[in-house]
């Protein structure tokens, strides 16, 4: 029950440009309202939420650049990327 995105960019960045590791749905729905959250990344962010508050349990937005990141994601303690997730 993960949703897996992969895109050309480190995950979901904060308005310093740091990659943020988890986030509520909830959460990431303020980053979209207060703008933090835009352009590009804004379709796979609204992707995920939509899966998320579909019954998904997670949704990962993840660097397909990276080689073996979907294995890195599931397999390691950190992950890489961004998670979010329907929990608070």
Known sequence: EK????T???????????TLTGLSADR???LIKDGI???GMLPKVQCA???VRGGV??????DGR????????IFSD???????????
Do not use: C, F, Q, Y
């Open 28 to 30: 990431a729905s303020e």
């Open 3 to 6: 949703l897996m995105l992969l």
């Open 57 to 62: 349990m997670s949704a990962h937005i993840i």
């Open 66 to 73: 990276i080689p073996h990141a979907t294995l890195l994601e």
């Open 37 to 39: 959250i835009k352009g």
């Open 8 to 18: 050309n960019v480190p995950g979901l960045l904060d308005a310093e440009g740091k």
């Open 78 to 88: 950190e992950g890489i990327g961004t998670l979010i997730s329907n929990r608070s």
């Open 49 to 51: 939420l939509e899966a």
